[in-house]
């Protein structure tokens, strides 16, 4: 069974860093594009950048280059975002989501991770 | 690159079907039939309902379906029944990059 698990809910102030990540399993992690998506609160879906594991080509999206990095570590199939200097504007939902099914679809979701930015 | 267009809402009676339309450019919809929907109910993460424009995974009804028309792809749910009420969302490939593009998002309301 495909399954990605992400890491928990996280509380942090302006200015930290953070690093959350996505465990793929039940498939081959190294074969697959691994993305992942915001979605700020009350808002719509918005991919940030995808990475391929295997040889960790990353592409981002226009709106979060240089904003966030996207890593992978097929050692033990675990995908990451990180992020050096919080915003409060970086409060959201943080999804991981492999791309399955051809022309980029997503077939599988993780649970996403709530991240909140406040002072 | 700039979201697709969908409308913020749409509404049907059960037993009824509704169409959500997905507006992009030459770069996106219209380029490729790379179309994906989603269903997002509150609090859940999205479900792919459709991929390339037309074609339901295993396990998803074929109440749902798909169609593309030039830059404009159509989500349709036939046989409304209350669970189909959720965000739905669309997305495409784009020329621009790999990564692609998704809509603003519908919500559907069953009444």
């Known amino acids: 069974e495909v399954q990605l698990v992400q890491s928990g809910a996280e509380v942090k102030k302006p200015g930290e860093s953070l690093k959350i990540s996505c465990k793929g399993s039940g498939y081959t992690f190294t074969t697959y594009w691994i993305g992942w998506v915001r979605q700020m609160p009350g808002k719509g879906l918005e991919w940030m950048g995808i990475i391929y594991p295997d040889d960790s080509d990353t592409r981002y999206s226009p709106s979060f280059q240089g904003q966030v990095t996207i890593s992978a570590d097929k050692s033990i199939t675990t995908a990451y975002l990180q992020w050096s200097s919080l915003k409060a504007s970086d409060t959201a939902m943080y999804y991981c989501?492999?791309?399955?099914?051809?022309?980029?679809?997503?077939?599988?979701w993780g649970q996403g991770t709530l991240v909140t930015v406040s002072s | 690159q700039s979201a697709l267009t969908q409308p913020a809402s749409v509404s049907g009676s059960p037993g009824q079907s509704i169409t959500v339309s997905c507006t992009g450019s030459?770069?996106?919809?219209?380029?490729?039939?790379?179309v994906s929907w989603y269903q997002q109910h509150p609090g859940k993460a999205p479900k792919l309902m459709i991929y390339?424009?037309?074609t339901r995974p295993s396990g998803v009804s074929n109440r749902f379906s798909g169609s593309k028309s030039g830059n404009t792809a159509s989500l349709t749910i036939s046989g409304l029944q209350a669970e189909d009420e959720a965000n739905y969302y669309c997305?495409?490939?784009?020329?621009?990059?790999?990564?692609?593009?998704f809509g603003g998002g519908t919500k559907l309301t069953v009444l």
């Open positions: 390339d424009v037309n």
């Open positions: 030459r770069s996106d919809v219209g380029a490729y039939n790379f």
């Open positions: 989501a492999r791309r399955g099914v051809s022309g980029g679809g997503i077939d599988f």
């Open positions: 997305s495409s490939y784009t020329t621009s990059n790999i990564i692609g593009v």
